[in-house]
């Protein structure tokens, strides 16, 4: 972990695609005023002019070409961060697969709880499977590069929760089978 941003005043870590990311931000500058929030526009009455025809009004439903998985630094380039950010990577694939999930234990471990499973096609066929599994990944020399990484429980059913409890212990909610 980044001794930096771990001092910042906001930390974020972020599941996306394949990989984790961490987020941090030097402290805020002072608030501009609050304006009052402004009242969405009511929805005309009457058939299909409700809130979600509001919604969909001028979407484009045509087909697409498929989407296609980015690279770390691919997906980096396309956030939008505002001024004093910045985002780096510090898990990505092959390391890890299909993240839903982040904790840190006392000691810096971070634990990643993989959906391998889950809606790998549109009908969610073998979500169930017990391919899922949480990995462990330490940062030994303190340099903030994880350089050690194991299967910590493996052949789980969609792991949900994870909350280290003591040294070695994790508790851990999955679905079951």
Do not use: W
């Amino acid at each position: 972990m980044h001794k930096h941003l771990l001092r910042s005043s906001l930390i974020a870590s972020l599941c996306l695609g394949g990989g984790i990311l961490l987020a941090g931000q030097a402290p805020p500058p002072t608030p501009a005023p609050a304006t009052p929030p402004q009242q969405p526009p009511a929805a005309p009455g009457g058939r299909g002019g409700g809130l979600d025809a509001q919604i969909a009004m001028g979407a484009d439903f045509g087909p697409r070409p498929p989407v296609l998985r980015l690279t770390p630094e691919e997906q980096q380039k396309r956030f939008l961060l505002a001024p004093g950010f910045r985002i780096e990577p510090v898990l990505t694939d092959p390391l890890i697969e299909d993240p839903v999930g982040v904790t840190f234990d006392g000691n810096g471990r971070m634990y990643v709880l993989e959906m391998r499973s889950y809606m790998q096609d549109a009908d969610g066929s073998n979500s169930r499977a017990p391919v899922s599994r949480i990995s462990r990944h330490e940062d030994p020399d303190g340099d903030g590069t994880y350089d050690r990484h194991t299967v910590f429980a493996d052949r789980l059913v969609l792991p949900r929760i994870a909350m280290p409890l003591q040294d070695g212990v994790l508790l851990v909610s999955t679905a079951a089978r």
